[in-house]
């Protein structure tokens, strides 16, 4: 990934990515997650609950991180400030799918590239993995549509659609991306 | 749910249902699943965890069980045998949409009406907790014709397909049943 440890984003953006979570960021992914106005309590509650499930059970919760820092942040050092995240992880009982399951940019951070950077970022550690597949699930209300047109435009795919999954009239869309062979050895 | 502590099935079967999950309920669920010669070990780890998730951290844990044994198990006496069992609960950040993660039938006791009768007890308790819908995930192979069947028998949908889901090949099946009031107050 060429802009790991990078300094300097497409948009001169000064940020560093790492994959180490650290206690601090539940606060910080809280923060910036409230920031956006855009997830309801609960919903940032999940968020942070996976934050915990990585930090109490390490690879064993099945949950990754990718996060995005304006600033390296050594081990040991007082912590950079976060501009954004993204959690995926292995889908039990599958071989080689992956679900991304938060991507979340600091609004004052937006508009600057960093959601692809971090979507890059995971799909290549998925392909480093062996994994074939990355899916997305989100909401079909029109609040959505500009992370549908995000997702579509880093190559997702609308694989299927649920009906009032979320609650009536609010649908689920799956989208997926094939990152990886479609069989081994292929 | 009529059946709850009958001691009389469909075909002249013995069991009774209960709802709260025992220690010795995991290695039961292992031996039952592994006497299905259906699941691979790693699966069947899945379905243990999920059993030791619930016994860890209770309700919280977002995991329901209802389990037949052949005879009612009073608190504190020793276990009955059981015959089946079925895993479900709300999916995070929708109102009203629930999973069935899991039904397992003791080969020896299949084709006698356990399973509808676990469903049928999974869709009330859903109902009763306001729940909507009802969601099933199953595979596309040739194998898993009978576990489709018996889904779409039950009132089960084919909602989505995700291909190469499982493995090149194997495709996710979505099943659902819309088991309570499609908006609040209809």
Known sequence: MSATGSKSGGAGIG??????????????????????????????DVACELVRERLDRGPASGYEFVLADDAP????????????????????????????YWIIVDPAYQGRGLGRLLIDAV??????????????????LPRYTPTQRFYERCGYILEARLPDFYQPGDDKLVYAKTVGPASPGQ
Chains 1, 2 share one sequence.
């Open 123 to 140: 799909e290549q550690r998925v392909r480093a993995a062996a994994g074939r597949k990355v899916y997305i699930e989100t909401s079909s």
């Open 73 to 100: 942040a050594p081990p040991g050092q007082p912590p950079a400030r976060l501009l954004a995240y993204a959690c995926f992880g292995p889908i039990a009982c599958t071989v080689g799918s992956y679900d991304l």
């Open 15 to 44: 940020f560093a990515l790492r994959e180490d979570l650290r206690a601090h960021d539940e606060a910080a992914i809280r923060r910036i997650a409230d920031a956006t106005a855009f997830f309801r309590p609960d919903e940032v």
